[in-house]
């Protein structure tokens, strides 16, 4: 049954979007716990009760040394080897925002050769220099992999971040992003639906308009807008034009992230 399925959320030290996130798994039928970060790192082993994560938003550790960098630190030395047991085993972990922020200092995205304890890339500040608090049109790539964003085309999430940029001098190693599928979501032109580069569409400048990456399993996945903010229909900001065009939808679109998710560990 799916509210059998238990999902931890990590929550604690200036990390803030735990009653959303909370809901949103609620609103898919899993189970969702909160865990103080403190309490894990002293009960790594509770990893095992749950059959998956979420890392959440908000300002972990203050962003000091930039976002996410401290709390990726904490859980390496701390909690890597229960993370890996955790991965191995098929389960499924999802970030937003500050959490796709950590995933990534973590090493967790983009997990290329299984290796999912060293950074490969960054999530530097965003071009245009200031905090970004609004809403994007993103597209999804059908050939990903990715368990989170299967079935979907296109969404409008929003955006609140400082740092959401993902980065890397490293050619190479975008290419091999792109060639593995780990790219399921980019910043799109609403007018065009095309990705895009250009601003304010492309809030932050990301490379390849990536605005999540997933690892080659598909398991694993972060992004930076926030899909457990958009919940309710009336979430987004056109939704009142939207109820008179009859477009309105039936519920927040984020939630189908969730509900991808807890498809797939019924079937598994």
């Known amino acids: ?66 976002s996410g960098h401290v709390f990726a630190l904490r859980a390496k030395h701390r909690l890597s080897g229960e993370l890996d047991k955790f991965i191995s085993q098929g389960k499924l972990i999802l970030g937003a925002c500050n959490g796709f922020q950590i995933m990534v200092k973590l090493g967790l995205l983009p997990g290329l050769d299984g290796n999912y304890f060293a950074q490969k890339l960054s999530i530097i500040q965003n071009d245009c220099g200031t905090f970004q608090d609004r809403w994007v049109r993103l597209s999804f790539e059908a050939s990903s992999p990715c368990v989170f964003t299967r079935g979907l085309s296109f969404m409008d999430l929003p955006v609140r971040h400082g740092e959401g940029k993902v980065f890397t001098l490293d050619k190479a190693l ?46 694993i996945f972060g992004l930076m807008p926030h899909p457990e903010a958009y919940l ?37």
């Open 1 to 66: 049954m799916a509210s059998e399925i238990p999902v931890l959320i990590i929550t604690g030290y200036g990390l803030n979007c735990e009653d959303e996130s909370r809901y949103a798994w609620e609103l898919a039928g899993a189970r969702p716990v909160l865990v103080h970060f403190s309490d894990l790192l002293a009960q790594p082993q509770r990893l095992r009760e749950f059959a998956a994560l979420m890392f959440i938003g908000g300002f972990a550790y203050g962003d000091h040394m930039t």
């Open 174 to 219: 975008l290419h091999r992003l792109e060639a593995s599928g780990c790219v399921p979501c980019r910043y799109a032109d609403p007018s065009t639906g095309q990705p895009t580069q250009k601003f304010p569409c492309n809030p932050n400048g990301a490379l390849n308009a990536i605005a999540g990456l997933c690892d080659p399993t598909g398991r």
């Open 232 to 268: 309710y229909p009336e979430n987004h900001p056109q939704w009142d034009m939207q109820k008179l065009l009859g477009t309105l939808p039936e519920f927040g679109l984020g939630l189908l992230f969730f509900r991808n998710a807890v498809d797939h560990l019924q079937k598994v």
